[in-house]
């Protein structure tokens, strides 16, 4: 790099696929991180935190090749060249930390993580790069109960959050049943040489919300040309394999024992499904016994979730209000976290299985949904009074006046530019400001201070029509002696809600 | 990448640098986090959340070269080759942000953010490559009430965090105070030749703290040999240009008025040094008229900071009281963080000068000091109330004494591994329970639940010698009705002060 004497002037631009984050929703991520993680401690999760970034190879990506380092994940190399990885999720670094401390942990171990996480993907409308997540896992336990125990957990932080009950539903299923169904077309998992119709299989029930169920059994079978004249090639499956497959995602009933009998009817023999059901009973017996009924926590054999990974129960966290979609039609807004059972989490490193179970929840798409629902309270915290500068070598006066209404708690600044007083009201009105304090000549010399009610004054200039009037009238101020500033501000303030 | 049968088992291990933070430290941070942002949120500053990473040019690195794209910071290319960096800081990121939402923003524009930070250094004990830093910056006035206002509210943190008046110090210099001494004694700045020297005397100023007065005079003049042995090359001044600024460095005093007339007589006549002791008056005045007197803020000029950074004000917040540190010296804790004024932030993008001022936190540096302090109340929430499974069949059961103690509030949760009564008992202390529930057979048959109360079990089986003794007694344990479950438990958890 060569010297030049022209500066290089470099574009301020955020990355792509990135973004900032606001006062409102920094303010109100913060409120929703609060209220989760008061739930998570209730249930014994203790907190962890992680580094941002992992050595690939503990990440469970294979060592990136030269010619492509970044394949969905953000890599750099160390200068000891060993590859490093921003991470994806919060459970490859769980992972991690599980198999370094294993024998130290108690176990079961139940721990709960936020933070962002990145993925190196292709960014769309309202797709960033990197993203917030909440989790919460449980490691060392195959038991169920710790399944059902974070489908409650789900429930009571959807309630916290002030997500109505009938706002949400926290869908339920086992994967095991679905392997039950698919053992019994003859399409076994474990076969390698049905892997393939399996994945497609899968990824056609995904899609079930969003197609219905006539493009899902198209999926399932030949193939569907969607509305754009594009075709997406199908399972194969012939008729006689379709038909249970679409029993089964069609079982979701709001009696838990009806969905279980039909689900015990549709897996017959196989040992796999009938142990998923068995699981899926379990579950509703502890759903049931805590008083989660299915307004709540929903057996539903629709939901699939992350092909391939989950081993066991599978659960999603819905918002089943309605809203408006990119396209302009009507939708449920749908999931804004779940998880499910992994039991390979440390396999990797170990060569042993530990069963686990765990729930993320998205923020930035759970601060979306909030707003919908009008439960996100803008400007949740004041703007702050303004203490004007009337006179630049009176600083400290100006100075204490802020003081003395920040020690009574009061949000309060002293305007700290150097323009006159048009800019310093604009600077108020900018700020959002309820309140400006303004002591000048006339005032001081009168030991007075003047304070103006600039939402009062807002209001009331739109019903003023004559600018005389207006002026002559001096609206929403009030002058009092300097030492009731503190209470009159207060005053005004409460005459707001503030 | 050749397939191989052998597994790959991934050592699991963290990068070179970074580490895992424990629960009591995440709460703690928490709640440190919480404490400041209420007071920056008092001042009038708003929430800012930026991404990790920024495109390198943007961040004011130079374009790093392929042969060393780390050079302090971490790097890759984005699929567009373009380079992006980890912020190594929060203001880098803020000066992108201004610069490209300039016109928009109200000015002064005020910003909080909280954040990690990520350093590719060499770790050493205590020093990490990634750590959490709190900065709150006023951008856009030249005003050195601004600065006044962050030493304030600098203080006003430090006592919200719990450290008492007089165990903390907010110092306050001026970098155009030193730069007036500077000019006097012929290295004035703004001339190239002395810029290498001017550096080291600087550097010798920063050592006074550490090394003491004898050994900066030896630094400003021909150099220093350490108790190692090691060679320091001086700055080469004279015993003439020596001596003022020994001077310089000696003027703190309780009596701010002191301080100023001993810095008038120092810069004499030298325009920027008169500027600077004008700005120190100013601020002082300020800090006089809210009632911040020396034992908060202290004008101190041997408070240097950032080496060719900073432009005016500096300030830091030092804690005052006595600590051991590696070598088992006692020593002052020493800085948690600090600021300044520095008018080049937005310039490298816009060519124009923006002046601002602003203040970082060290939070895990914090946590270390609150930790002496005591001020950090380890295990501040309870460990959970754990139901002990005492028959597999009986889950539902177990689940719902669980779910009752939760919905009165008490952190609690049930057994959910497969293993026997002796260890979930080990479990339950490992987790550190206060109480475990029990209800075996016996129990069941009579209607009741025992509850044992593991820290009061403790302290008897420290006092009763007899094991036999023991065993009969059964101390620190009862047996409730089963709807006296909540209540029992409350009270057995109030008994020590929970």
Redesign the interface.
């Known amino acids: 790099?060569g010297k030049s004497n022209k500066?290089?002037?470099?574009?301020?631009?955020?990355?792509?696929g990135?973004?900032?984050?606001?006062?409102d929703?920094?303010?109100a991520s913060a409120a929703m991180l609060s209220a989760i993680q008061s739930v998570y401690?209730?249930?014994?999760f203790?907190?962890?935190?992680?580094?941002?970034?992992?050595?690939t190879?503990?990440l469970g990506k294979?060592?990136p090749?030269q010619d492509r380092?970044?394949e969905g994940v953000?890599?750099?190399?160390?200068?000891?060249d060993?590859w490093?990885s921003?991470r994806y999720d919060l459970t490859a670094p769980l992972?991690?930390?599980v198999?370094?401390h294993y024998d130290g942990l108690?176990?079961?171990f139940?721990r709960y993580q936020m933070g962002?996480v990145?993925r190196?993907e292709k960014p769309g409308p309202g797709r960033y790069r990197?993203f917030t997540q909440f989790d919460a896992d449980?490691v060392?336990?195959?038991?169920v109960?710790?399944d059902?125990?974070i489908c409650?957990m789900a429930a009571d932080c959807m309630e916290r959050l002030g997500i109505p009950r009938g706002a949400y539903v926290i869908r339920v299923n086992n994967r095991k049943v679905l392997d039950g169904v698919l053992e019994r077309i003859g399409i076994a998992p474990g076969d390698p040489a049905f892997d393939s119709q399996r994945m497609t299989v899968l990824r056609a029930i995904d899609k079930l919300d969003r197609l219905g169920p006539d493009a899902v059994r198209l999926l399932l079978g030949e193939g569907r040309k969607d509305d754009s004249g594009d075709y997406t090639k199908g399972a194969g499956l012939s008729p006689d394999q379709i038909s249970p497959v679409m029993e089964f995602v069609a079982t979701a009933s709001d009696d838990p024992a009806e969905v279980l009998s039909r689900l015990g009817a549709l897996v017959g023999d196989s040992s796999i499904g009938q142990q998923g059901v068995e699981e899926l009973q379990?579950m509703a017996?502890?759903f049931?016994?805590?008083?989660y009924a299915s307004d709540r926590i929903l057996l539903d054999p629709s939901v699939v979730r992350g092909l391939g990974y989950y081993t066991g129960p599978v659960y999603e966290a819905e918002l089943t209000f309605e809203t408006t979609d990119e396209e302009g039609e009507t939708a449920r807004f749908g999931s804004v976290g779940g998880g499910g059972r992994y039991d390979g989490l440390?396999q990797?490193?170990?060569?042993i299985e530990v069963p686990a179970t765990g729930f993320s929840v998205g923020i930035s798409r759970l601060y979306s949904a909030l707003n919908e629902l009008g439960k996100i309270q803008m400007n949740a915290?004041a703007a702050?009074v303004?203490v004007l500068v009337m006179d630049p070598d009176r600083?400290?006066?100006y100075?204490?006046m802020a003081?003395d209404l920040?020690s009574a708690?009061i949000?309060?600044?002293?305007y700290?530019?150097?323009s006159g007083m048009r800019a310093q009201m604009k600077?108020a009105d900018?700020?959002g400001a309820p309140v400006v304090v303004i002591q000048g000549e006339d005032e001081r010399a009168r030991g007075e201070i003047t304070i103006k009610d600039l939402v009062e004054g807002t209001r009331l200039s739109g019903e003023i029509e004559d600018n005389a009037e207006w002026r002559s009238g001096r609206p929403a101020q009030i002058s009092v002696a300097e030492g009731e500033l503190v209470a009159a501000v207060r005053q005004v303030l409460a005459s707001h809600g503030n």
């Open positions: 790099m500066p290089h002037r470099p574009k301020a631009r955020l990355p792509k990135m973004r900032d984050v606001g006062a929703e920094v303010r401690e209730l249930y014994g203790e907190p962890l935190e992680t580094p941002a970034f992992e050595y190879d503990a294979f060592l090749d380092p970044n953000f890599s750099f190399q160390d200068d000891d060993q490093l921003l992972a991690r930390y198999a370094e108690p176990k079961p139940r962002p990145w190196n990197q449980t060392g336990t195959a038991s109960a710790a059902a125990e409650m379990t017996s502890l049931a016994a805590a008083g440390v990797r490193f170990k060569g915290v702050p303004v600083l400290p006066d100075q204490k003081f920040r708690g949000r309060a600044e002293m700290l530019g150097t600077y900018r700020r």
